[in-house]
């Protein structure tokens, strides 16, 4: 058990301590986020975000980081980083709701991360149907019955300091995009 214990430290410090100091990251870098919609200007005033069935409603967000330093930030595919990006949704009725990742179970788990260059991005592939957002956008429910939403987003990206943030270098902090309206309209395909 002891010789287990060990490999697992020292696995997780070969992967985040082989940076040197000139890698080690600043929380003043200058991160951006934007949800990235599919643009149909001849349909609507407002960008839209369209899903296609039952199971996909996908929408991209782009990180960018405009310093001078390389960001570091965690992969999403290991718990460090699960549940880093986030959501409001706001309804036309004023209600605002927090979407989340779920607490996830991990088969094999270590820090791994992500390297931003300076005015370099990062786009995150959202897909609210996947089963790993708990209390999801409500709309979702009522799908039968949705034709056309307007809505406002704003994607929320949020790292605490901890330890491993300071072993693996990882930018902490918090960065919002702005709040934007959309029309989640639903499309339906033909098979």
Not at 44 to 64: C, E, G, H, S, W
Not at 164 to 190: A, H, M, P
């Amino acid at each position: 058990m002891r010789i287990l214990i060990l490999l697992i430290t020292l696995t997780f410090l070969n992967s985040c301590n082989h940076e040197t100091k000139e890698n080690k990251l600043s929380n003043i870098s200058k991160l951006e986020l934007k949800i990235i919609p599919k643009n149909f200007p001849e349909l609507a005033p407002y960008p839209l975000l369209i899903f296609y069935k039952k199971d996909n409603f996908q929408i991209f967000v782009n990180m960018t980081n405009y310093s001078s330093d390389t960001v570091r930030i965690w992969e999403e595919d290991c718990s460090w980083g699960f549940g880093g990006l986030s959501f409001e949704f706001e309804y036309p009725s004023g209600e605002i709701q927090h979407v989340t990742h779920f607490c996830g179970v991990w088969d094999s788990n270590f820090p791994r991360t992500q390297k931003i260059p300076p005015n370099s991005s990062y786009i995150f592939s959202v897909n609210f149907m996947d089963g790993f957002w708990q209390n999801g956008p409500k709309y979702i429910v009522d799908y039968s019955k949705l034709k056309e939403l307007n809505i406002k987003i704003k994607a929320i990206y949020e790292i605490k300091e901890d330890r491993y943030t300071k072993d693996c270098f990882v930018w902490t902090g918090r960065v919002e995009s702005n709040t934007e309206n959309y029309i989640l309209f639903q499309q339906t395909i033909e098979e």
